[in-house]
């Protein structure tokens, strides 16, 4: 059997590569997570997508409740251990269900070799599962495109990292611009603001896309409180934002 995991881009169906449709339509199964009532969205935009492109009348969608992370754990590594190994079980019971299917694929967010755990998570099944890798657009590109900017200076560095990490460990050392994913808690507020310019943007690429950009000390409580509306109003969010020192 092979796995394919396909980048979806960032919810907007016309993210999809030649190569993704014509993967989406080689598969015999595709699973489509589900996290909830509060994340249906998410799992419904996985289904429009297959039935806007899924030509191929033989390839069958399959539902799967995905566990939800332990929190009691004070080791943050072990959680998510814990948690991919439980996600990994699910995959595989699916799976089983289906004999027959020869090619199963997962559609991901974005790519799968960004800020996703579903390449750890498909190393955790059987040793000789073969898996092939779709690319898709990221919400860096999907978040450079809305503000019509770049990710970096002229020759100059940046750094990836994740609100939990900006938040704990400060700015970065070494660079001058910062793309931080994985942010629950508006981290760019615990910075001091001043020669700080931020370019934000939620659900970026999707027709529910809002951006705020400017210098931080400026739109900083702006795009909290439209960061909670937004939350509020669809019951989850995806959002990123780029910083770069003046």
């Known amino acids: 059997m092979k796995l394919t995991l396909i980048g979806i881009g960032t919810g907007n169906p016309e993210h999809l590569t030649l190569q993704a449709v014509r993967a989406m339509n080689a598969q015999d199964l595709i699973l489509i997570p589900h996290k909830g009532a509060t994340k249906d969205d998410l799992a419904q935009l996985r289904r429009d997508i297959c039935g806007q492109v899924i030509t191929n ?113 400060g700015w970065p050392l070494g660079v001058d611009t910062v793309a931080v994913m994985l942010d629950g808690t508006c981290a760019f507020q615990t910075l001091p603001p001043d020669g700080i310019d931020i370019w934000w943007g939620a659900y970026v690429g999707m027709k529910e896309q809002i951006i705020e950009s400017g210098p931080l000390a400026d739109v900083c409580e702006k795009i909290i409180a439209r960061r909670a509306d937004a939350r509020a109003a669809h019951g989850w969010i995806m959002d990123i934002y780029l910083l770069r020192k003046s």
Do not use: C, M
Request: glycine letters at 6%; proline letters at 5%; a negative charge.
């Open 57 to 169: 009348r033989s390839t069958q969608l399959v539902e799967i409740t995905l566990p939800v992370r332990n929190e009691s754990t004070a080791d943050y590594r072990k959680r998510v251990d814990d948690w991919h190994d439980a996600i990994a079980q699910v995959w595989q019971a699916a799976i089983a269900q289906h004999p027959g299917a020869e090619n199963v694929a997962l559609l991901v967010w974005g790519d799968p070799s960004l800020y996703d755990s579903t390449l750890r998570i498909a190393a955790r099944l059987h040793p000789a599962l073969k898996i092939e890798v779709i690319p898709g657009i990221t919400s860096l590109q999907g978040l450079t495109a809305a503000h019509a900017t770049v990710l970096n200076e002229i020759g100059a560095p940046f750094i990836v990292t994740t609100g939990r990490r900006l938040r704990d460990e």
